[in-house]
């Protein structure tokens, strides 16, 4: 349920800037401005999470010893994540996009078996898959059938601009 929590809440936050992002294409600005915005606003918070956490330092020793694989790879997350969102919301309306947006929680759940965890066990470290929590996808479920339905009836209304609303899966 931690895991659904933080979800939601992250999605309250992404749902706001799916909206601005709207609304500043409605009034003409390029979602290559919303994109690098989004980008350039993310970066304290982020810093802030990191600074909390007790073991913050060797944090920022990996990121002094392999600078430049970081700079490559939120390089690629900044296109392949913020890029097409940013360029949705010219498309299509921010509350669309926000509560497609939700599926990103589900997908989240699904990711577990892709990350290990380590214990100390008789003197040796094991690397143990995580496993799919499976309440809470059951539970999770519910919004994914939600936004099927969201879409269904959004696509079926739109005589205009079926394309853009596609555009949100």
């Known amino acids: 349920m931690k895991a659904i929590s933080i979800g939601v809440l992250g999605a309250l936050f ?9 609304a500043m294409s409605s009034d003409g600005s390029s979602w290559l401005f919303s994109g690098s915005l989004r980008f350039i606003f993310m970066f304290p918070f ?3 999470i990191v600074m909390f956490k007790q073991r913050h330092h060797l944090i920022v020793l990996h990121i002094k010893q392999h600078f430049w694989m970081w700079l490559l790879w939120s390089s ?29 929680i589900i997908c989240g759940l699904l990711l577990a078996p ?14 143990v898959r995580e496993r799919v929590s499976w ?17 269904i009836l959004i696509f079926q209304i739109s005589t205009s601009k079926p394309l853009s609303y596609l555009l949100c899966l």
Not at 14 to 22: G, K, V
Not at 78 to 101: E, H, K, M, Q
Not at 135 to 151: A, D, K, N, P, Y
């Open 14 to 22: 992404f749902s706001i800037t799916f909206i601005l992002n709207h």
């Open 46 to 48: 982020l810093f802030v």
């Open 76 to 104: 690629f997350g900044f296109v392949f994540f913020y890029v097409p969102i940013t360029f949705v919301s010219n498309y299509s309306p921010g509350w669309l996009i926000s509560a497609t947006w939700q599926f990103t």
């Open 114 to 127: 892709f990350f290990y965890e380590y214990i100390q066990y008789e003197q040796k470290t094991i690397k």
């Open 135 to 151: 309440r809470s996808l059951g539970t999770s479920s519910m919004t994914v059938l939600g936004v099927i339905i969201i879409q």
